[in-house]
T-cell receptor
Framework: AQSVTQPDIHITVSEGASLELRCNYS??????LFWYVQSPGQGLQLLLK??????LVQGIKGFEAEFKRSQSSFNLRKPSVHWSDAAEYFC????????????FGPGTRLSVLP | DTAVSQTPKYLVTQMGNDKSIKCEQN?????MYWYKQDSKKFLKIMFS???????INETVPNRFSPKSPDKAHLNLHINSLELGDSAVYFC????????????FGPGTRLLVL
């Protein structure tokens, strides 16, 4: 069965610093890849997704992610973090369009220092 | 107007009871989903429902059943509630599957005593 790992449970960065959140997956084929953000007490919001094509994906709120097939990774980046980015971030993979084998990583909590 | 709404927001009940959580979307989307987030924030998809086709996560107990009276609603029924069912349940919808952006509801926090 496929799995998703997010090696960092908690990351703290200063406001204005760059950010990279790691995501690795284990699956035989290329899955669909997603990053979601969850602010405290809120539902999830899709930041970006990769289905095919350009391996560098632009998302909302200034985030981007790069799919690297050789490393089975889909790391999320932002050049300059804002205090409002403090939240929980989830990487997810799916094998089809309707949720079959749709698996989330354990999440990375981002704290932002003023 | 709320795009995806859930009721109730909080639900406290006893073990063994049967309960329902309602979800409505006013986005005209074709696909709706239910997710469970446990106390450790681990997220799991439970169901997706598209044009009367139900895709079930095989790990979901059959005590859980989605019911869709129409395209705008996907309710979650839970029979014989257990302590381990305590979690936050999120409903979501999208225009045509995961390749489209999913919009999530605010969640229903279920506590089973």
């Amino acid at each position: 069965a496929q799995s998703v790992t997010q090696p960092d449970i908690h990351i703290t960065v200063s406001e204005g610093a760059s950010l990279e959140l790691r995501c690795n997956y284990s699956y035989g084929a290329t899955p669909y890849l997603f990053w979601y953000v969850q602010s405290p007490g809120q539902g999830l919001q899709l930041l970006l997704k990769y289905f095919s094509g350009d391996t560098l994906v632009q998302g909302i709120k200034g985030f981007e992610a790069e799919f690297k097939r050789s490393q089975s990774s889909f790391n999320l980046r932002k050049p300059s973090v804002h205090w409002s980015d403090a939240a929980e971030y989830f990487c997810a993979v799916a094998m089809d369009n309707y949720g079959q084998n749709f698996v989330f990583g354990p999440g990375t909590r981002l704290s932002v220092l003023p | 107007d709320t795009a995806v709404s859930q009721t109730p927001k909080y639900l406290v009940t006893q073990m063994g009871n049967d309960k329902s959580i309602k979800c409505e979307q006013n986005l005209g989307h074709d696909t709706m989903y239910w997710y469970k987030q446990d106390s450790k924030k681990f997220l799991k998809i439970m169901f997706s429902y598209n044009n009367k086709e139900l895709i079930i996560n095989e790990t979901v107990p059959n005590r859980f059943s989605p019911k869709s009276p129409d395209k705008a609603h996907l309710n979650l029924h839970i029979n014989s509630l257990e302590l381990g069912d305590s979690a936050v349940y999120f409903c979501a919808s999208s225009k045509g599957g995961l390749q489209e952006t999913q919009y999530f509801g605010p969640g229903t926090r279920l506590l089973v005593l």
